[in-house]
T-cell receptor, first 112, second 112 residues
Framework: GDSVTQMEGPVTLSEEAFLTINCTYT??????LFWYVQYPGEGLQLLLK?????DKGSNKGFEATYRKETTSFHLEKGSVQVSDSAVYFC???????????FGTGTRLKVLA | EAGVTQFPSHSVIEKGQTVTLRCDPI?????LYWYRRVMGKEIKFLLH????????ESGMPNNRFLAERTGGTYSTLKVQPAELEDSGVYFC??????????FGPGTRLTVT
């Protein structure tokens, strides 16, 4: 069945470091891809999305590009801040459906 | 604007007991979803309401789980009788459109 695989955490970085969180998916076809973020004590929030191959989603300095050749949607940020500390979830959704298929989440800790 | 709220935030019950989780979606959101995250694994879809109707309940694990949405407003998820493997975090989400689902902070259920 369809699945999403994320790198295991926690990922610990110093402030202003470059961030990459890897995400790959297994699916027959081209679903839409998403990154959600969960800050401590809060619900998940949509961070960015890409609905077709080669699209780049971006928000709050984060970016991810839909790569169909490598079935990947890696999350990047050039300079992380302490406030970016959270759990990041990669997910896919098929057209015509309303349900996400999530990865296991990657916890990011940014140290001052 | 109030976000998605869930009650209780944490519930500890014994195996065989009954628990009811409540979700209040964002006002005006016709779509309401339940998801579950077990033991740090991926977040899994349980079901989807459109107003008061169940649109997709393909993720419900078994008939010990019963979800209702009264008058298309708040929703409850009842687990009866609870088993140890039901422990996890139950998330509720709501949306007006497919892609941007707003998640609540979750209810952590512990079955002992």
């Amino acid at each position: 069945g369809d699945s999403v695989t994320q790198m295991e955490g926690p990922v610990t970085l110093s402030e202003e470091a470059f961030l990459t969180i890897n995400c790959t998916y297994t699916a027959t076809g081209y679903p839409s891809l998403f990154w959600y973020v969960q800050y401590p004590g809060e619900g998940l929030q949509l961070l960015l999305k890409a609905t077709k191959a080669d699209d780049k989603g971006s928000n709050k300095g984060f970016e991810a590009t839909y790569r169909k050749e490598t079935t990947s949607f890696h999350l990047e940020k050039g300079s992380v801040q302490v406030s970016d500390s959270a759990v990041y979830f990669c997910a896919l959704m098929w057209g015509g459906t309303y349900k996400y298929i999530f990865g296991t989440g990657t916890r990011l800790k940014v140290l001052a | 604007e109030a976000g998605v709220t869930q009650f209780p935030s944490h519930s500890v019950i014994e195996k065989g007991q009954t628990v009811t989780l409540r979700c209040d979606p964002i006002s005006g959101h016709d779509n309401l979803y339940w998801y579950r995250r077990v033991m740090g694994k991926e977040i899994k879809f349980l079901l989807h309401f459109v107003k008061e109707s169940k649109q997709d309940e393909s993720g419900m694990p078994n008939n010990r789980f019963l979800a209702e949405r009264t008058g298309g407003t708040y929703s409850t998820l009842k687990v009866q009788p609870a088993e140890l493997e039901d422990s996890g975090v139950y998330f509720c989400a709501s949306s007006q459109v497919r892609y941007e689902q707003y998640f609540g902070p979750g209810t952590r259920l512990t079955v002992t």
